[in-house]
């Protein structure tokens, strides 16, 4: 049976709850004043709110997931469940910009009439929601991916509020009703490559690439400084979900070295630990001459 870990992101679950209470609210809010006040802006906004509403939830499965107790068939749990929803948000977030950009390029081309100061009053709630939504979000973000999927999320909620409650103030001052589409698609434009930094993300770790701060050069040379280590090879790492990095190597000693093997584990882990943060290693220690022995292997 594998050990339990607990992910980044299920420190923050009671976070991510307080934020989805606050996206429906707001939802279920500018849903009413564009059916009130006949706002297609508003109305915008509340299908903007209800995809981020979804995304949130689902970050909040996915943190429900990954922290089910791990089993003989999965020994890591279901960590990589957050990277996933990580994904499915970017993929999201894409689409979004998509709606967004086409809504925009319509009322560019075929403005409609908005009532801009019951648009200005219900952005205006809608943006000091997003914007303690984002407060909530914003430590957790730095540390998994699923969080800053969220957090992406809820940052284009607080720009779209803003946009609208921007595009209403040039409504009500000017009558230019262009003004809305214009901060669409500025909040478009600036969504689009972040969501393609965590899908890029998400990507890399689900590749199983290197951890972006691992250098396995500098891996490789900090444990062949150890007393008794001769050569390091079949050296990999990877990450299963964000803050749990791993790390596996063959690790060739000197005869004397294989007499007491534990000590040497013992400053290998801990080498890995204090200096490249990782917890969780697999190190295989064998003699001189011992890869010859073996199949097929990378460096």
């Known amino acids: ?39 297609l802006a508003l109305l915008g906004d509340a299908g903007h709110m209800a995809v981020d509403s979804f995304g949130i ?50 009322r560019l081309i075929d403005p409609e009439p ?35 999927g969220a957090y992406l999320e809820v940052l284009g909620d607080l720009l779209s509020s803003a946009g609208v409650v921007v595009a209403a103030l040039v409504v009500w001052a000017t009558g230019w009703e262009r003004a809305d589409s214009v901060a669409s698609l500025a909040i478009a434009l600036f969504i689009v490559p972040r969501a393609w930094h965590l899908l890029d993300e998400a990507l890399h770790i689900l590749l199983e690439a290197a951890p972006r701060d691992v250098d396995l050069g500098e891996v490789r040379r900090h444990l062949r400084t150890q007393p008794g ?16 990095p791993v790390l596996s190597a063959h690790v060739v000693v000197e005869d004397s070295a294989l007499s007491d093997t534990g000590r040497l584990l013992d400053r290998l882990h801990e080498c890995l630990s204090r ?17 010859q022995h073996e199949g097929a292997r990378h460096r």
């Open 275 to 291: 200096h490249f943060s990782i917890d969780h290693s697999t190190l295989q220690v064998e003699p001189v001459g011992h890869a």
């Open 114 to 148: 908005v009532s801009a100061p019951a648009m200005l009053a219900f952005s205006a709630v809608g943006l000091a929601a997003n914007l303690v939504a984002l407060v909530l979000l914003h430590r957790g973000q730095s540390e998994s991916l699923n969080l800053r």
């Open 229 to 244: 280590v001769l050569d390091v090879h079949d050296l990999h790492a990877w990450t299963i979900t964000s803050g749990v």
């Open 1 to 39: 049976m594998g050990h339990d870990h607990h992910t980044a992101a299920g420190a923050h679950r009671g976070r991510l709850l307080l934020v989805l209470g606050l996206t429906i609210g707001v939802m279920v809010l500018q849903v009413v004043g564009g059916l009130a006040t006949g706002s």
């Open 57 to 106: 939830a689902l970050a909040l499965f996915a943190v429900w997931i990954a922290n089910r107790p791990s089993s003989a068939e999965r020994t890591f749990g279901l960590q990589r469940a957050e990277i996933l929803a990580a994904a499915a948000n970017a993929l999201l977030l894409f689409a979004l910009c998509g709606f967004i950009g086409y809504e925009a390029v319509r």
